[in-house]
């Protein structure tokens, strides 16, 4: 049987637990938690109350603090751990990796020090571990899944991409349930990029409905957004057709529309004119685009590619500067074709 083992037990991490307890083929499932306050709720309520409320956790899944114990035999490990700790935790993680194991981020962010991605990250830290072939053991899944909706077992679709085509067909058979249906690509740099820059214009998004705007500024910045995400992404060596599939223009959508998505929430309280500092601290979970977006535009300054709505989500969060000059100034840039 095949033992996954899950790092982080927010949201996402809880409900991927929840989603591999009931795949087509059995599981040995270990989840790890950092806080051992909440793991310990979790071993004896069986039920993640802080950040996946009403949702049972099968007595399938190891729920553990100690992160040896939890790696302990491991054949895939999934990273759901927030970008800015990742480097941190899989470096703990080293010790119990060998070249055989399989390991899938499940993180949508960049490094705010490094501007990597998450699966650079993985490479860098398990380079002592394995031979530097280890990039074809590392998959990305990503695409239109809110945790809430995809624990309780509505039909999500997601997008699982890796350099290696029999790992992703792999975890393809290993991760299938019956509400939850993934697709494979191996372009894992758009699939990344795609999920990192959809949580920027989901801020932008919430701002707009901060703002008290109304649907046809919403179509614009879905639609603006996607060209502007595709413009960085296949200049970066991405493919097109990568942003318009589930991990680009799904996520975006849901995403800047979906009253649970956690950067679409940061967006809609700075619009009202709330403190970025005061808005995050009471948020119990992690909004990837407000540490996103200051890297993606270095990213994007480095490559001399123009993301005017980055650029301003940006402006917004760290410079001060309100929604309301934010649109003004997008709407006085010079006219263009399309």
Same mark, same amino acid.
């Given at each position: ?47 993640? @109350? ?65 501007? /990597? ?75 990344? /990029?795609?999920?990192?820059? @959809?949580?920027?214009?989901?801020? #932008? ?25 595709? =413009? /960085? ?5 991405? =493919? ?6 589930? #991990? ?17 929430f940061v967006g809609i309280e700075l619009g009202k004119g709330c403190r970025l500092p005061d808005i995050l601290a009471n948020m119990r979970m992690v909004a990837e685009g407000v540490e996103t977006a200051a890297p993606l535009l270095a990213l994007a300054r480095e490559h001399e590619i ?33």
């Amino acid at each position: 049987m095949t033992k996954i083992a899950i790092l982080g037990a927010g949201s996402w991490g809880t409900a991927l637990a929840v989603i591999l307890s009931r795949a087509r083929k059995p599981h040995e499932i270990s989840l790890w938690v950092h806080s051992p306050s909440l793991a310990e709720s979790l071993r004896t309520q069986r039920e993640n @109350k802080t950040y996946l409320p009403g949702v049972a956790l099968s007595t399938a899944i190891q729920v553990t603090h100690n992160l040896s114990e939890a790696l302990s035999g491991a054949h895939v490990i999934v990273g759901a751990v927030p970008s800015v700790h990742a480097r941190s935790i899989y470096s703990q993680a080293l010790p119990h990796v060998s070249w055989e194991t399989i390991v899938v981020s499940a993180t949508k962010g960049l490094e705010p020090a490094t501007h /990597l991605r998450m699966s650079k990250v993985i490479v860098q830290c398990m380079a002592q571990a394995a031979s530097t072939s280890f990039s074809k053991r590392i998959a990305v899944l990503s695409g239109p899944s809110f945790a809430m909706e995809a624990a309780r077992g509505e039909p999500t679709a997601v997008v699982l991409a890796a350099e290696d085509g029999a790992v992703a067909a792999q975890l393809q058979e290993e991760f299938a349930a019956p509400s939850f249906r993934l697709y494979t690509n191996d372009d894992v740099l758009g699939v990344e /990029l795609a999920g990192a820059m @959809k949580n920027v214009m989901a801020i #932008a998004a919430g701002a707009c409905q901060g703002l008290g705007l109304g649907s046809n500024p919403l179509a614009a910045l879905i639609t603006r957004g996607l060209a502007e995400m595709s =413009r /960085l992404a296949v200049a970066l060596g991405a =493919r097109a057709e990568t942003l318009g599939g589930l #991990a680009g223009l799904g996520d975006l959508v849901l995403t800047c529309t979906g009253s649970l998505s956690r950067n679409r929430f940061v967006g809609i309280e700075l619009g009202k004119g709330c403190r970025l500092p005061d808005i995050l601290a009471n948020m119990r979970m992690v909004a990837e685009g407000v540490e996103t977006a200051a890297p993606l535009l270095a990213l994007a300054r480095e490559h001399e590619i123009e993301m005017p709505i980055t650029e301003q989500v940006d402006a917004i969060l760290h410079r001060g500067k309100s929604p309301k000059d934010a649109i003004r100034d997008i709407m006085d840039r010079p006219l263009k074709r399309e």
